[in-house]
């Protein structure tokens, strides 16, 4: 640092010892140029008059106006000084210049202390639970929620005040004593400035200052914190201060540090735990309970005799709070429902932006029920654990209320914690279906006008000759053929190669049209696809399987996915909240009632499955889907009611494919998705929506006619017929089920 600025750092600081009124600093530079100017003027007269340069009258006026009296014997020596006196005068009106000019620019460049009333702090956002059950708290560097000093109790300012600032009501932002002294005195000892520091000059250095210990910076913060005590009034200085100061890592502000150390709102400390928090800004890292524990309890201890001292506490309370050990929450990351959080996050920073996410305080309060979703957590790790001998390793489970696209649950793995697939949350990742996309294929047969419930499709082998491709052969998961079975039959057995044929007529490219309309986003190239789209053959996602399936609930409307209610800032301000969607009809209600009352009959499925799986919920209607892939790397159940939607996946991230053998669509994801469906029907989480049914109730336009292998068959007004349900004649089969033997010869 030049000697210029040091000249005037420490006048400027002698300055503000004197007073903190800049006129007064303008004045005291006028004056002090003045003084210089007057001696040099003397010394140059002296000069002048004397024998050899001054003579007669104009000696004597000269004399006169500066009361000057030379004997000629001083006279003859003063010329000789003359030059010397001119280039000082000329020297030190050049540092005078150059002095006023540095204070100018110094006070220029100080940023102004009304940004500290205007939060150019970060603040970090909360994400909650619908029922206001915290799950994370988003920061970049700083974890900060401010809170109003009327809510704290009184010992916690008390604390900071004995510990931190005695003379905080009695100061203008500046301990002359304990605050300019020593930084004098620190600065020549050592060259570093060195605490004393009030809670006003803390305050500034912490937003509006860089933390480097030099002569200037401390200029700076003195400089501000006398302009901050004239804008501010001790309340709102205090209160900025408890909010904005470091309490050690991230916890900025006394409510998160509250949080940290004690798991406890600020508004409930005790006054062990105040004299704590007060004694940690002063050294977070030396002091840190985690550390230093024992330094920790001493600076307590401190902190509670210089309570005593002030007047704050009795000896009584004194002695007592000393015995108190000091016990602090092990440090620990809060984060609940990992993967529905940080897909919610992301959400927020696409539409607010990451700045604004990390720093910007945003209060969110989610779809999701973290009760439940604990709940499904559990669920999940016992029933893999239960099949990790089918080399089933990880899990995802998705709980929606598909009238309103609400997101109840999410579980993206087994453990999210656990390396190194655990973060990745597989229901918005991309994997086949299998059968359990069937429902959507066959939407569209019944919407067509092409198909019934009741029509007779051939599962029978069949060979299919795709130009520029392999001729594809489908087989069904038992490797048997069925004969002649109704769509009713063939979509609740799952049967694969009536569903290629059904696919084969309608076209693939007219599916994809569909199933994008129905909520399935990632069929983006369909030149990609064949006829074994019929069978999960292209990659889905199961939040859009959440879609798709909620809106054959909704009775073909389809509502999008949603996991926020609402946004306010920390202040309160309602940003974003959340309001009935209008979903967009897709499919007629008829169509859906079809599909979801042969999803949920289980005589339809009865062949494959058995009459006791874990697709029934007792007591209760409920439409429900498998689907496995090739190899059995991926294997799904998917099913709902008119007022929840649960889907589950098991396999691997890796993509190694399960036990060959014992892994079916009954045994993988189906005994976790019985679990999950009977507690989410139990706990009943309340949506936002007057939808309170689980049942199907019947659509105006639905007719019945009685059929051959059901008492009625439900039809779409118009395109019912007798030639179905009174039967057909059975294609050759190899392998015709016994079942069907019974029905159809």
């Known amino acids: 640092m030049d000697i210029f600025v040091r ?80 280039f000082l005068l000329g ?33 970090s956002t909360q994400i909650y639970d619908r029922n206001g059950n915290l799950l994370y708290d988003v920061y970049r560097d700083q974890n900060r929620t401010p809170v109003s000093i009327d809510t704290l109790p009184e010992y916690v300012i008390q604390a900071t005040l004995a510990i931190e600032d005695k003379d905080f009501y009695r100061h203008n932002g500046i ?8 930084a004098l005195k620190d600065t020549y000892a050592t060259g570093e400035l060195q605490g004393g520091s009030t809670i006003t000059q803390q305050l500034v250095k912490a937003s509006l200052l860089s933390p480097e210990r030099t002569l200037e910076r401390k200029a700076r913060e003195a400089i501000l914190a006398l302009w901050t005590e004239k804008i501010y009034t001790k309340k709102q200085i205090l209160e900025m201060y ?41 050294a977070p890292s ?50 609940r429902a990992p993967h529905f959080v940080f897909y919610v996050k992301s959400l927020l920073e696409q539409k607010y932006g990451l700045r604004q996410v990390e720093e910007g305080g945003l209060r969110v309060i989610t779809t999701l029920d973290i009760t439940l979703q604990e709940e499904v957590e559990k669920i999940l790790r016992d029933e893999l654990n239960k099949i990790s001998n089918l080399n089933v390793h990880n899990g995802a489970v998705l709980v929606t209320a598909p009238s309103t696209g609400e997101i109840l649950a999410m579980v993206g793995s087994k453990n999210y914690y656990e390396e190194p697939y655990g973060a990745y949350n597989v229901t918005t990742a991309r994997r086949q279906p299998g059968s359990s996309i069937k429902p959507v294929m066959y939407s569209l047969a019944l919407e067509s006008g092409k198909f019934t419930a009741a029509s007779i499709l051939q599962d029978t082998p069949v060979v299919f000759q795709i130009p520029g491709s ?37 076209g693939v490219g007219r599916f994809i049209d569909h199933a994008r309309k129905m909520g399935i986003t990632t069929w983006d190239t369909p030149e990609r696809y064949g006829l074994s789209l019929a069978l999960g053959g292209g990659e889905v996602k199961l939040t859009d399987m959440a879609v798709a399936m909620g809106t054959l609930a909704n009775y073909g409307e389809r509502v999008d996915l949603n996991s926020i209610i609402s946004v306010e800032d920390y202040r309160g301000k309602i940003l974003e909240k959340f309001s ?22 289980n005589k339809a499925r009865e062949s494959a499955f058995g009459a006791r799986s874990s697709l029934v919920i007792p007591d209760e209607e409920v439409a429900v889907k498998t689907g496995t892939t ?116």
């Open 286 to 335: 030396l002091y840190s309970p985690y550390v230093n524990p024992l330094l920790a309890m001493q600076r307590r201890n401190e902190v509670l005799r210089s309570m005593s001292e002030v007047g704050y506490i009795s000896q009584e309370t004194l002695a007592s709070q000393e015995q108190i050990p000091l016990t602090v929450e092990p440090p620990k990351t809060f984060l």
């Open 580 to 601: 009935q969607p209008k979903g967009e009809l897709v499919l007629s209600p008829e169509t859906s009632f079809i599909i979801s009352d042969i999803l949920s009959d």
């Open 175 to 182: 301990s002359l004593v304990g605050g300019v002294l020593r």
């Open 470 to 506: 392999k001729p594809y052969r489908p087989l069904n998961y038992d490797n048997r053929y069925h004969g002649l079975v109704p769509i009713r039959y063939a979509l609740g057995n799952s049967y694969n190669v009536p569903a290629v044929r059904v696919l084969n007529e309608l």
């Open 630 to 745: 090739n190899e059995k790397r991926d294997n799904w159940t998917n099913g709902y009611t008119r007022k929840y939607f649960v889907g589950v996946w098991v396999g691997n991230n890796d993509n190694t494919p399960m036990n060959p053998v014992l892994t079916s669509g009954i045994t993988g994801a189906a005994p976790i998705w019985h679990r999950v469906m009977q507690l989410t029907l139990q706990v009943n989480p309340h949506i936002l929506s007057a939808q309170q049914s689980f049942s199907f109730d019947v659509p105006d336009k639905i007719v019945t006619r009685p059929c051959h292998y059901r008492s009625l068959e439900y039809f779409i007004a118009g395109t019912e017929t007798d030639k179905d349900c009174k039967g057909a004649i059975l294609s050759v089969t190899p392998y015709p089920s016994p079942f069907y033997q019974q029905q159809l010869f």
């Open 91 to 123: 020297v030190l009106t050049a540092m005078i210049i150059i002095f006023i000019q540095r204070s100018y620019d110094l006070v220029q460049s100080l940023p102004n202390p009304r940004l500290i009333g205007r939060v150019n702090f970060s603040v």
């Open 7 to 86: 000249i005037t750092l420490y006048v400027v600081l002698m300055l503000i010892f004197i007073g903190d009124n800049l006129l007064y600093l303008c004045a005291s530079l006028i004056r002090l140029y003045i003084l210089v100017c007057t001696h040099l003027a003397r010394g140059i007269v002296r000069a002048v008059t004397s024998a050899r340069y001054a003579s007669g009258r104009v000696k004597t006026y000269i004399l006169q106006a500066f009361r000057v009296k030379l004997s000629p014997e001083r006279a003859t020596r003063t010329h000789k000084r003359v030059k010397f006196r001119y």
């Open 242 to 282: 408890l909010n904005q100061v470091s309490y050690g890592g991230t916890a900025y502000g006394i409510e998160e540090a509250a949080r940290l150390y004690f798991n406890t709102p600020a508004r409930d400390l005790d006054i062990n735990q105040a004299a704590f928090l007060a004694g940690l800004t002063r």
